[in-house]
């Protein structure tokens, strides 16, 4: 079983930028795709950013192309998420999630206990 705590959360501005990361343990998540999702009060998780086993592929959903950046290094057996030009509506608790395959087309997997992130306007 992978365990995932997330970290780097916070309070920000809006316009300033934040790093989220997220380290696996108890396995190695270099095989299996990774994740970041968030949930704002009041709303369901929605997925942020996804990022399969080697990198090469990444999802963005349309409300942060082009702001934030999922990466990942498997040495280290950590994924991160920078958050740039952060806005207002980007406040919500920020969750890692591994997934039991190489792709974000499998189930399973495993999900921190998240990381807040507020920012102000």
């Known amino acids: 079983q992978v365990q995932l705590v997330e970290s780097g959360g916070g309070l920000v501005q809006a316009g300033g930028s934040l790093r989220l990361s997220c380290a696996a343990s108890g396995r190695t998540v270099s095989y299996v795709a990774m994740g970041w999702f968030r949930q704002a009060p009041g709303k369901e998780r929605d997925v942020v950013a996804r990022?399969?086993?080697?990198?090469?592929?990444?999802y963005y959903a349309d409300s942060v192309k082009g702001r934030f950046t999922i990466s990942r290094d498997n040495a280290k057996n950590t994924v991160y998420l920078q958050m740039d030009s952060l806005k207002p509506e980007d406040t919500a608790i920020y969750y890692c999630?591994?997934?039991?395959?190489?792709?974000?087309?499998?189930?399973?997997?495993?999900w921190g206990r998240g990381t807040q992130v507020t920012v102000s306007s």
């Open positions: 999630r591994s997934y039991a395959g190489s792709t974000w087309y499998t189930s399973g997997g495993s």
């Open positions: 990022i399969d086993w080697s990198g090469g592929n990444t």
